[in-house]
Nanobody, 117 residues
Framework: QVQLVESGGGLVQPGGSLRLSCAASGSRFGFADMGWYRQAPGVQRAVVATMARGGDTTYADSVKGRFTISRDNAKNTVYLQMNSLKPEDTAVYYC???????????WGQGTQVTVSS
């Protein structure tokens, strides 16, 4: 059974930094794309950043230049380094991983990020 466990959320002041981690387990073959999504109250869940197994990355325009996604395929772990945080970055952040050969989407339970003074 595939499980994704996120960590690293919390409360930070505007301009601060946080690093999110997501450890995936339960897959014999690892994962294809891994990434981060976020959802604020009353807003649809939206992609923040994704990283293909081979290293290609995509970012939402709103986070380009501030957030960096990385992954460790050997550990099935994906990270999101968030710098220069803004109040509008406040949301629940969800880790996502796509099965390597079954194309199933797996989700973590979410971690709250709050940017406030």
């Amino acid at each position: 059974q595939v499980q994704l466990v996120e960590s690293g959320g919390g409360l930070v002041q505007p301009g601060g930094s946080l690093r999110l981690s997501c450890a995936a387990s339960g897959s014999r073959f690892g994962f294809a794309d891994m990434g981060w999504y976020r959802q604020a109250p009353g807003v649809q869940r939206a992609v923040v950043a994704t990283m293909a197994r081979g290293g290609d990355t995509t970012y939402a325009d709103s986070v380009k230049g501030r957030f960096t996604i990385s992954r460790d395929n050997a550990k099935n772990t994906v990270y999101l380094q968030m710098n220069s945080l803004k109040p509008e970055d406040t949301a629940v952040y969800y880790c996502n991983a796509k099965g390597r050969f079954n194309n199933i989407d797996y989700w973590g339970q979410g971690t709250q990020v709050t940017v406030s003074s």
